[in-house]
């Protein structure tokens, strides 16, 4: 029987997006952050409930009491770690904390992975995740001694073990995940962002080049001075004198310019390679997923999204949000004969201290 | 009230088109699931935009529907509507008034609570953490940019005269003599209270008495009693977390971008605080404003004879140098 692939679909729009958005944080700052946890769950229901695979959509069923409480520990924690390490100067009891979270961390990261899907449903039947927290031990053990010895050469072969030990042990319903990946396709990916990164980075420069070229020569300054008082402001040193304002200004600006588009550029260039990647080599019950995005639009949308945000002073922020999922969605596809096959296990519940961890750091598993 | 729904058992994912009829005695009723309970029984999501609602029956069951619209009437029937983040988000007024509630928290935590903070900050952080940064920075520079002075014993006596009687016996001011071709005519300030004075800013003063570097110490002296670095500090990691918390990215545009805009935008601002508070500490030593307001202007025109040769040259194209004049020659009597 030929397949036949179908597109996931996001409705999301941008004006809907930005009232909830801009409501979550002047709620989020008029309740000293308690909010924060609806706004996440509110923001999660929104991406989820528009996101259609065949007609119908996801759901998004985290609590958000539990979230808060999630939060609030590891907020604790931190806060704990902070007050002993910087104010009481304790630094075993510091030392403790860190190694203690150290030691945890490869339990946190599968109850994250664990929180994401079983509050993730499609049709009122939850994802579930069944990995083993020894599992979980012995990679980061391995990999993490492994990869200190190669000096990080060996990434892609844990990239790939990595992607393994999530998908393997990931169901819908009683359906099961498979994920088979070529490590040498991973460095292939590599070696393709490193080439592509350094081609940006040449054009980049020279087109900053010449444009400063220009704006240096109508201001008469040299490029090393601006350069120069960039650097002597950027210690943490009051320099006294009024040059500073204009010439850290345009050193700034050669800054922005020269990094954001390659920190950016390479940003959407791995997403689509490794969705694209990941996608095309994971199934559903034998039924094959789908990823066609184009690097380099991926790539062009979060450069722009950049400028775009930074521009609007943030308020644009919702709309390159929606723009960036949008495209990453409508080109992932699956090809499933029959999307009434799938039996509920039922919802579970379960720890948030790991999710929330893993968000207060700001570390993306990337499912 | 009819409205269409889909249905899921919450066994399967099968899917089921059905009709929900919410009767006047509140009661919700899909008769082809032989479903009959009161509404109070049911739970109906809060509204998203204009996502399917989620009715949550007490079996399981769950029904999804897009007619959120006669969903909310239903719910205003029976005095049931309860989602108030909805009513601010559908609301133009509400909405408005979130944009302005964001926006003036971000203002207020840049000005006045950076202020605030920083001031709280350093009250709590004990005096050798300060000091710690400060020896770090000032050896990394020591390193780079720094050489022993070259000014005569003489020179030296008199402007530590000067520099004592300013800062009265506190002790943890501290002035240093170096040398920086690299740096050019400077002085700055660490917040530890370490001041660096650079010989060839020495050089450029015409009063024997060395009255003009008074001024530029007792202006530095002014950076480290406002705490000026504490405060760029504390609003760049202020800045830093809003942005990260706002594009939900704590990364390099959260860590880069407010060091940049602060240090540029800020230091004006701060230049000028220092300025009023020279200005002060002149007035108490009854020494006159007009010895800085010269040496100011001989920087000026010795960035404006040496052209591009050194980083003091973009002293003399940039306007802000004659205001400064300007505010020191309005306090010379």
Redesign the interface.
């Known amino acids: 029987m030929e397949k036949e692939f179908k597109y996931f679909e996001f409705k999301g729009n941008a004006k809907e997006y930005f009232r909830i958005w801009i409501v979550n944080i002047a709620l989020t700052i008029l309740t000293f952050g308690i909010y924060s946890a609806w706004a996440k769950v509110r923001t999660n229901r929104y991406m989820y409930a528009n996101t259609y695979l065949n007609g119908s959509n996801f759901e998004y069923n985290a609590d958000p009491v539990r979230i808060l409480i999630g939060r609030i520990i590891v907020v604790s924690i931190y806060i704990l770690f902070i007050v002993f390490a910087q104010h009481l100067m304790m630094f075993e009891v510091a030392a403790g904390i860190a190694i203690v979270a150290f030691l945890a961390m490869p339990w946190l990261v599968r109850q994250a992975v664990s929180f994401k899907l079983r509050n993730t449903s499609y049709r009122h039947v939850p994802f579930r995740y069944v990995g083993k927290i020894r599992d979980f031990y012995a990679f980061f053990l391995l990999h993490g001694l492994l990869n200190i010895f190669t000096l990080f050469l060996a990434f892609p072969f844990s990239y790939v073990r990595f992607k393994e030990l999530i998908l393997r042990h990931s169901h819908y319903g009683q359906g099961e995940f498979n994920f088979k990946g070529k490590v040498q396709s991973v460095y292939e990916i590599y070696f393709s962002i490193i080439g592509w990164i350094m081609l940006i980075a040449i054009a980049v420069t020279m087109v900053v080049a010449f444009l400063s070229g220009i704006a240096l020569e109508s201001s008469g300054m040299g490029i090393e001075e601006v350069l120069s008082s960039g650097m002597v402001t950027g210690e943490d040193v009051s320099v006294d004198d009024a040059t500073t304002p204009m010439a850290t200004g345009v050193a700034s600006l050669l800054m922005i310019l020269i990094y954001l588009p390659l920190i950016f550029g390479e940003k959407g260039l791995s997403d689509a390679y490794f969705s694209n990647y990941v996608r095309n080599h994971t199934t559903l019950e034998g039924a094959p997923f789908r990823g066609d995005i184009n690097v380099f639009k991926l790539a062009w949308i979060s450069i722009s999204n950049v400028f775009v945000i930074l521009f609007s002073l943030g308020l644009l922020y919702p709309w390159s949000k929606i723009r960036y999922l949008k495209y990453k969605l409508e080109h992932t596809s699956f090809a499933c004969h029959d999307y009434e096959q799938f039996e509920s296990f039922g919802y579970e519940k379960g720890s948030t201290v790991g999710e929330e961890m893993m968000d207060f750091f700001d570390i993306d598993i990337g499912l | 009230m009819l409205i269409d729904a889909?249905l899921?058992?919450?066994?399967?994912?099968?899917?089921h088109k059905v009709t929900i009829e919410f009767s006047d005695n509140r009661r919700v009723v899909i008769r082809s699931h032989n479903i009959d309970v009161p509404i109070d029984e049911v739970e109906i999501e809060s509204r998203?935009?204009?996502?399917?609602r989620?009715l949550s029956f007490e079996n399981g069951i769950?029904c999804?529907s897009i007619e959120n619209d006669k969903i909310d009437q239903v719910l205003k029937k029976f005095g049931l509507s309860k989602s108030k983040?909805y009513k601010?988000?559908?609301s133009i007024g509400?909405?408005v008034?979130?944009?302005l509630?964001?926006i003036g928290?971000v203002w207020f935590m840049l000005t006045a609570g950076a202020t605030y903070t920083a001031n709280a900050v350093a009250s709590?952080l004990p005096a050798s953490?300060l000091k710690e940064?400060?020896k770090v920075?000032l050896n990394?520079?020591e390193d780079s940019y720094l050489h022993p002075s070259k000014l005569s014993d003489r020179q030296k006596r008199i402007i530590q005269t000067h520099f004592n009687k300013l800062v009265e016996g506190e002790s943890k001011y501290k002035l240093h003599f170096r040398s920086s071709p690299?740096?050019g005519p400077?002085?700055?300030?660490?917040?530890s209270g370490d001041i660096v004075l650079t010989d060839e800013l020495v050089a450029l003063s015409q009063d024997k008495e060395y009255r003009d570097i008074l001024g530029?110490l007792a202006?530095?002296k002014g950076?480290v009693v406002k705490k000026?670095?504490m405060r760029?500090?504390i609003k760049t990691g202020i800045s830093g977390v809003i942005?990260?918390?706002?594009?939900?990215?704590?990364?390099?545009?959260a860590s880069?971008?407010p060091?940049?805009?602060i240090?540029?935008?800020y230091?004006?601002e701060?230049?000028h605080e220092?300025d009023v508070h020279a200005v002060q500490e002149l007035k108490d030593m009854n020494i006159s404003t007009k010895y800085i307001a010269t040496l100011f202007e001989s920087l000026e025109k010795k960035s404006a004879e040496d052209g591009?040769s050194t980083?003091?040259?973009?002293?003399a194209?940039?306007p802000?140098?004659s205001k400064?004049i300007e505010f020191f020659k309005s306090y010379a009597n």
């Open positions: 889909l899921y058992d919450g066994k399967s994912s099968k899917e998203l935009g204009n996502t399917p989620v769950r999804k983040a601010i988000e559908s509400l909405t008034a979130s944009v509630v964001t928290f709590i953490t940064v400060s920075t990394q520079l690299e740096i400077n002085a700055f300030a660490l917040p530029v202006h530095e950076h000026h670095s760029i500090a942005i990260g918390y706002i594009t939900g990215d704590v990364s390099v545009l880069t971008i060091t940049i805009l240090n540029s935008s230091s004006r701060f230049e220092a591009n980083s003091m040259s973009m002293f194209s940039h802000l140098t400064r």
